[in-house]
């Protein structure tokens, strides 16, 4: 399965890269995973937010895997339990699915951009700062694939 994550931002901080690519090198053979930074838009001298958001989806649609099932992550989208994301996991599997989860930029991501997508979801109702979404995210990713395995990585 290929797993694609297409994030706004660049320069992370160290911790960042590290983490995700703990997780990363976790998934194994089954999971070919890929994060893919996505050059921010500037604000100012004349950008302003919407400006940027279509800036940044251009960007983001140029990079995004052909016939890919989109995610989107996104403060009104669904927040799924483990579980539920491990039963997600369990049927783009089943459908031979390249899955790809956008993280948007400082500003969000235009309406456009989130009406593209298969599926909105979010990690949290907390305001997270990118780079703690990226770890987040694959750390939950794997987890889900440690759940379908019935790894002890999962307890309940």
Known sequence: ?????????????RWVDEA???????????????????????????INAAQGMLAEEKRLLENLPQGAFLVVLDERGKAPTSIELAEHMRQWQHNGEHVCFIIGGADGMTDTLKQKANLMMRLSSLTLPHGMVRVLLTEQLYRAVSILHNHPYHRE
């Not at 399965?1 to 660049?10: E, K, P, S």
Request: proline letters at 5%; hydrophobic letters at 35%; zero cysteines.
């Open 1 to 13: 399965m290929n797993i694609t994550v297409l994030a706004v931002g660049t320069k992370m901080p």
């Open 20 to 46: 995700v690519n703990e997780y990363a090198k976790r998934f194994g053979r089954d999971i070919n995973y890929t994060l893919k930074e996505i050059k921010p838009e500037k604000r100012g001298a004349g």
